[in-house]
């Protein structure tokens, strides 16, 4: 069995997940009402840690919100995502991780489609908003629906 | 409006390639400028001047880099300043693409006075435009002959009128990663002398030409929206419309897989024991035998007739031997 980090955060999310999941009856109905809890998360995550006096005021650049992305990742889990993608596509940053917290020991059969870990686009999103940046972002695979990592494209 | 326009001017703001760039008035005044060389306007103007309503696609060699500039609309022009290494191709491909985005927002005329350059303009161009619309009854009238076809794609009330075989664009569940295919009318689409070219134009300009385009039957909407430097609603929108057309097709399978998978059923977890029985010890192991990943826990405790607690106890001691929950809706 796997060591389970952060068991707090996952029995919450799990929780909410359950919750959605029970509530909704469609897949994208179910990822946005996620991405929802995640802004929300944003704004506490933005006034209880040290983001905001540890990144620029204004993001401006690709640069900077990879740069912001290392920090979210720095602070809310004390360590670095696997790849920050910024070249690929113009229009935007990918993000990808290959030990997820969100998602650790999640495994979810035929629910193709499903972003177990789209609360944290939320986040990211939030936190660009405060940043001034109108964001979309979205969860593009996701390790508990059987992909090797779990990504988010950040759409600029 | 002001949204719509700070969006299309992020792209720029978000280049590496882009040094700067600034709206300005067909007069040739900076409205909106971003790290645009104030030594670069005098020139720039010139240019204006020079070739007043002639400007089509313009670019201007300077020291510091290449000048592209391109006319937004009557009133506005946009100017980009990339990095002088960048082909001179690419920087008009670029600049093409923020008018394409620029293409589908009504930009006001700008007032008689106000301050150049400044960050603060975008808002008061927002309240020109929405003073314009409260006053104007009216929307332009588009020149479409077939105006009973149009009529059909206006939103929801106009859908009853429309034969009970009529697919409307509502009809097509496209996904970000679905795969659209060339249908039967892509080629008569792609034609400039067909109506239904004409149509499309009418109501999605070039964008629409563009985006069937890159229509291959191997590339997502994604990707066709990445590609574009667009968002991917903007394309499954007009993917939707167009498969209503037979332009496109959305692939058989997809749709299927597609309708199994956004409508779910109750979301449940159920236990699966992978691993060796003969390591698990006493009652537990009857329970255990139970976790094949069909059954919840409740079910489980059900049909053991236990209590539910018992059930969650024994896989928590027994995880380690390689119990994994199964998500799954049913």
């Known amino acids: ?156 | 409006m002001a949204t719509d326009l700070e969006r299309a001017l992020s792209k720029l703001r978000f280049d590496d390639q882009v040094l700067g760039y600034s709206l300005m008035t067909k007069t040739g005044r900076p409205f909106v400028s971003f790290s645009f060389p104030d030594d670069l306007f005098p020139r720039v103007k010139d240019s204006i001047t020079l070739y007043k309503s002639d400007l089509r696609l313009m670019t201007i060699d300077t020291e510091k880099g290449l000048v592209v500039l391109s006319p937004v609309d009557e009133n506005w022009i946009l100017t980009v300043l990339y990095v002088p290494e960048l082909q001179l191709g690419l920087a008009i491909a670029k600049t093409k693409n923020v008018l394409r985005l620029l293409e589908g927002i009504e930009l006001p005329p700008p007032p008689d006075d106000f301050e150049e350059s400044a960050e603060s303009n975008l808002q008061v161009l927002e309240s020109i435009a929405l003073e314009a619309a409260s006053t104007a009854s009216t929307e332009p009238v588009v020149d479409v002959t077939n105006s009973i076809e149009n009529a059909s794609y206006e939103p929801v009330a106009e859908v009853a009128d429309t034969p009970a075989e009529a697919k409307t664009p509502a009809d097509y569940n496209i996904l970000p990663a679905t795969i659209p295919k060339r249908g039967s009318t892509y080629s008569t689409a792609l034609s400039l002398d067909s109506p239904l070219y004409k149509e499309m134009k009418s109501m999605y300009r070039n964008f629409g030409f563009d985006v069937l385009m890159l229509v291959d039957g191997t590339k997502s909407a994604t990707q066709i929206a990445d590609t574009m430097f667009q968002p991917n609603e903007r394309v499954i929108e007009l993917l939707k419309w167009a498969a209503g057309q037979s332009i496109v097709e959305v692939p058989e399978v997809v749709e299927v897989s597609q309708t199994a998978d956004s409508k779910i059923g109750k979301f449940v977890k159920c236990p699966e024991f992978e691993g060796d029985i003969s390591k698990i010890r006493g009652p537990d192991a009857d329970i255990i035998r139970h976790c094949d990943g069909t059954k919840t826990t409740e079910e489980i405790a059900e049909a053991m007739n236990i209590p539910h607690a018992k059930v969650i106890q024994a896989i928590a001691r027994n995880k380690k031997y390689g119990i994994k929950l199964i998500g799954k809706t049913v």
């Open chain 1, 1 to 156: 069995m796997a060591k389970i980090e952060n068991p707090l955060l996952l029995s919450l999310y799990a929780q909410w997940v359950d919750g959605i999941l029970a509530e909704t009856d469609n897949i994208e109905d179910a990822n946005e009402r996620l991405r929802e809890l995640g802004r929300e998360m944003g704004s506490h995550i933005y006034l209880n840690t040290e983001i905001a006096e540890k990144t620029k005021d204004t993001v401006m650049t690709r640069e900077d919100v990879s740069k912001l992305v290392e920090t979210i990742y720095k602070v809310l889990f004390n360590k670095k995502p696997t790849d920050i993608d910024m070249k690929t596509a113009r229009g935007s940053v990918r993000v990808t991780d290959d030990e997820c917290v969100w998602c650790q020991d999640v495994t979810l059969e035929g629910m193709r489609g499903f972003g177990y870990c789209e609360g944290f686009s939320g986040i990211v999103e939030a936190i660009l908003r405060f940043k001034g940046v109108e964001a979309e972002v979205f969860q593009e695979s996701c390790r508990a629906t059987g992909a090797g990592s779990c990504t988010w494209n950040i759409r600029l």
